[in-house]
């Protein structure tokens, strides 16, 4: 069955650190540019942190630059996002994100982790 399944949300302290993982099952994951989404309450479902097949080519957007990391482990079939220097307004749902070229589906989702930023 092809799935990605997140883990690691939760209720952190502004200030803290968290880190969310990914793993995929039953597909090509080392063919896949991974990426990171988030959509809090009400607004739009926002694109975080990409990376390449290889790892090669990262990308951030501009409110997480700095603060967050996204990594991949091939061996594994699992990508990661490190989040440190947590802010309030990255309380989210944040989903997995598997682009696979050329599939006649090429988008596969993670039902997503919350993340929940306060004091």
């Known amino acids: 069955q092809v799935q990605l399944v997140e883990s690691g949300g939760g209720l952190v302290q502004p200030g803290g650190s968290l880190r969310l993982s990914c793993a995929g099952f039953?597909?090509?994951?080392?063919?896949?540019?991974m990426k990171w989404y988030r959509q809090a309450p009400g607004l739009e479902r926002e694109l975080v942190a990409s990376?390449?097949?290889?790892?090669?080519?990262?990308n951030y957007s501009d409110s997480v630059k700095g603060r967050f990391t996204i990594s991949r482990d091939n061996a594994k079939n699992t990508v990661y996002l490190q989040m440190n220097s947590l802010k309030s307004e990255d309380t989210a749902v944040y989903y997995c994100?598997?682009?696979?070229?050329?599939?006649?589906?090429?988008?596969?989702w993670g039902r997503g982790t919350q993340v929940i930023v306060s004091s």
């Open positions: 990376i390449t097949s290889g790892g090669r080519t990262i």
């Open positions: 994100n598997a682009f696979r070229p050329g599939a006649y589906s090429p988008d596969i």
């Open positions: 039953g597909f090509t994951f080392t063919g896949c540019t």
